[in-house]
């Protein structure tokens, strides 16, 4: 049975507390399968308390830092930074008994930032770092990206040993930037066995990562869970760019697909 998960933010913890407690309880009254949980820079010691209080006994999938966090795996001289950046996000896979920390590729496309990027991956040692997909371009750092295609990713895989997060959108929208047709692009990347999956709404002939609710773009979402995702799934939904008051448009995003694949 694929398991659907609720994405929070570390940072909620400290600045968004009534949206972390709906959250809770949507968890515990188990309207979401699991939680993945995006951890910013340095936040472990001031969240990890009440993390553990609320959600010790919830599965969940860690998210560390990326480039709009300034941890940039393609750039060597930021690599010591980068350990550190992602210190909290193993802290509270730790804590939490996470079986994956995701980790995007570098901010800089190409050969040497692509080898670089897997270099680091290796150099982190930790067997529960998880390699994401990323969009050919992003809109926040206005720069080209590595880890995009199903070739790229693959490398990750077999010389890091990464696991794997196919994120729909970023795939979409890869394969709209290099002008390539999206459902073989998508075939492909389910050639390499992801281990778990990303999935928002979206424009399906834009280069842009939109994050939109389900429903509210034009994406086969129907198709995309049950042609392109395993039976088993974890499938974290990433929609929704505003900053929350409570978890009402997940709890709608929840219902809204899971009578669109029943139906």
Request: aromatic share 12%.
């Amino acid at each position: 049975m694929r398991k659907f998960g609720l994405k929070l933010w570390s940072k909620d913890f400290i600045k968004n507390k009534d949206f972390v407690a709906s959250a809770e309880k949507a968890l515990k009254d188990g309207f979401f399968d699991y939680l993945e949980l995006f951890v910013f820079p340095n936040t472990f010691e001031d969240t990890h308390q009440d993390v553990w209080q609320r959600f010790q006994h919830i599965d969940t999938i860690i998210h560390a830092p990326h480039s709009v966090q300034n941890l940039d795996i393609s750039n060597p001289d930021e690599f010591v930074n980068n350990q550190q950046k992602l210190i909290s996000s193993q802290k509270f896979a730790d804590l939490l008994d996470a079986p994956f920390i995701i980790l995007h590729p570098g901010r800089q496309s190409g050969e040497q930032f692509l080898n670089e990027s897997i270099r680091q991956f290796i150099a982190f040692n930790d067997c529960r770092l998880t390699v994401e997909n990323l969009p050919g371009y992003c809109s926040q750092t206005k720069s080209l990206l590595n880890g995009v295609t199903p070739n790229e990713i693959k490398r990750f895989i077999v010389e890091a040993n990464a696991h794997f997060c196919l994120d729909f959108s970023h795939a979409i929208c890869g394969a709209n930037t290099y002008k390539k047709d999206v459902y073989e692009v998508l075939q492909e990347f389910c050639g390499l066995q992801p281990d778990m999956y990303h999935l928002c709404d979206g424009d399906v002939a834009s280069t842009n990562d939109s994050h939109l609710h389900y429903g509210e773009g034009n994406y086969d979402l129907k198709r995309l869970v049950l042609q392109y995702t395993a039976p088993n799934a974890f499938i974290t939904m990433e929609t929704g760019h505003d900053i929350p008051s409570d978890v009402t448009p997940w709890l709608n995003d929840i219902f809204y697909l899971k009578k669109l694949i029943s139906a």
